[in-house]
């Protein structure tokens, strides 16, 4: 079965502080590892992407790091905002041909106190 | 530019009760998805479509559940009859499978709740 396993499931941190959040997969012919954030009320929106040609991959605040051989990757944001408090799921498909199907983490739910 | 429309936003209805989901992918996309959220499971895929076509119906809880996609503008997905736990909220997405990379693009939400 299909898995991404997600930690931790909550998260507080001070503003200006660095948030990370990690993700463990077992199928190894996943081939594109997304982050999703989602605010109260709304749908999930894509953050950030990586494939696992790259280990790090930096946007921003924003930077996920993989590790092809650990079958890990996370996501770390730096100088924490208020406004990055969210949920965040990390996620993995396989394949440009299976219709874009992400199997989601559990997320983690960030607060960034002011 | 319009993303994925779902309605209605809010559903409120007694067990028992046929729900009628809708969502309207965005324009030229040719993958659509149907997520159910709860605090318990997260987000699960409950089935997902390709050019109007089911492709993988495995996340369907029961028989009660069912999906469609007559064209490429429009996909229901409906609950008869309905038990509260069934309440959550239901996600529709919809992607452009291409060499980008699989983003997929999620509506707001529809929430139910069966009482």
């Known amino acids: 079965q299909q898995q991404v396993k997600q930690s931790p499931q909550s998260l507080i941190v001070q503003k200006g502080g660095i948030s990370i959040i990690n993700c463990a997969y077992e199928?190894?012919?996943?081939?594109?590892f997304p982050w999703y954030q989602q605010f109260p009320g709304k749908g999930p929106a894509l953050l950030i992407a990586?494939?696992?040609?790259?280990s790090e991959k930096k946007e921003g605040r924003f930077t996920i790091s993989f590790n092809k051989s650990a079958k890990q990757f996370s996501l770390h944001i730096m100088d924490s905002q208020p406004g990055d408090s969210a949920t965040y799921f990390c996620?993995?498909?396989?394949?440009?041909?299976?219709?874009?199907?992400?199997?989601f983490g559990e997320g983690t739910q960030l607060t960034v106190n002011p | 530019d319009a993303g994925v429309i779902q309605s209605p936003r809010h559903e409120v209805t007694e067990m028992g009760q046929e729900v009628t989901l809708r969502c309207k992918p965005i324009?030229?996309?040719?993958?659509l998805f149907w997520y159910r959220q709860t605090m318990m499971r997260g987000l699960e895929l409950l089935i997902y479509?390709?050019?109007?076509?089911?492709?993988?119906d495995s996340g369907m809880p029961e028989d009660r559940f069912s999906a469609k996609m007559p064209n490429a503008s429009f996909s229901t997905l409906k609950i008869q009859p309905s038990e509260p736990r069934d309440s959550a909220v239901y996600f529709c997405?919809?992607?452009?499978?291409?060499?980008?990379?699989?983003?997929?693009?999620f509506g707001e939400g529809s929430w139910l709740t069966v009482v």
């Open positions: 997405a919809s992607s452009l499978q291409g060499l980008s990379g699989n983003t997929i693009y």
């Open positions: 199928n190894t012919a996943f081939d594109y």
């Open positions: 990586i494939r696992p040609d790259v």
């Open positions: 996620a993995a498909s396989a394949g440009e041909t299976s219709g874009s199907r992400l199997t």
């Open positions: 324009s030229g996309h040719n993958s």
């Open positions: 479509f390709n050019n109007n076509v089911p492709i993988d």
